[in-house]
């Protein structure tokens, strides 16, 4: 039998623990670098809209077009469409479309009717911003209550003679060049 002090050492034997304060400075300077990469990808990329500050169109009977805004001619629009921040839509005579926005919201245009949608925010559950401006025609709107319950919450129409805010209800606005008229449902 080999003496202990004689016995070969494992190369494992020898080895030095390693620190662990080390291994804990590596992964925080990863993490750090990595959370500057990911906010820089953020700034590039703040400008990109979530789907919830978009109004989807059905097209309920007839034909209804759409304006962006850097452009001066009406494109046909179709049912599941996004309708963004500073688009319009408008329908055609005989001719009817919804918006749906956020949960529960609806607004449904009439024939000759022209809406734009001045801004469509989400910042929270509580905290939510409808503004549209109806140009001309009619419009029947369906405002879930629930939605804007909160103060924060601001249901807004805008028309040339009137400013309307919203706190949940069913009512029916129409422009034309003389006068506004609203109807609580």
Do not use: C
Request: glycine content about 4%; aromatic content about 10%; proline content about 3%.
């Amino acid at each position: 039998m080999i003496p202990r002090n004689k016995r070969r050492r494992s190369i494992y034997h020898g080895r030095k623990k390693k620190n662990p304060f080390s291994l804990i400075l590596f992964l925080g300077l990863l993490g750090f670098i990595l959370w500057g990469i990911f906010n820089l990808f953020a700034l590039f990329f703040s400008n990109i809209q979530s789907e919830s500050s978009s109004a989807e169109v059905q097209i309920l009977k007839g034909r209804a077009e759409f304006l962006l805004p850097e452009t001066k001619s009406w494109s046909l629009a179709f049912s599941s469409q996004k309708l963004w921040p500073n688009e319009t839509i408008r329908t055609q005579r005989n001719s009817q479309a919804s918006l749906d926005i956020f949960d529960g919201n609806t607004l449904f245009l009439n024939s000759d009717t022209e809406v734009k949608v001045l801004a469509l925010k989400e910042s929270s559950a509580e905290k939510r911003t409808i503004e549209l401006e109806l140009v001309r025609g009619e419009v029947w709107i369906k405002a879930n209550k629930d939605t804007f319950k909160s103060d924060k919450s601001k249901f807004t129409v805008k028309t040339p003679y009137a400013d309307i805010k919203v706190t949940g209800t069913v009512f029916d606005v129409q422009t034309n060049a003389q006068s506004d008229v609203v109807r609580l449902i």
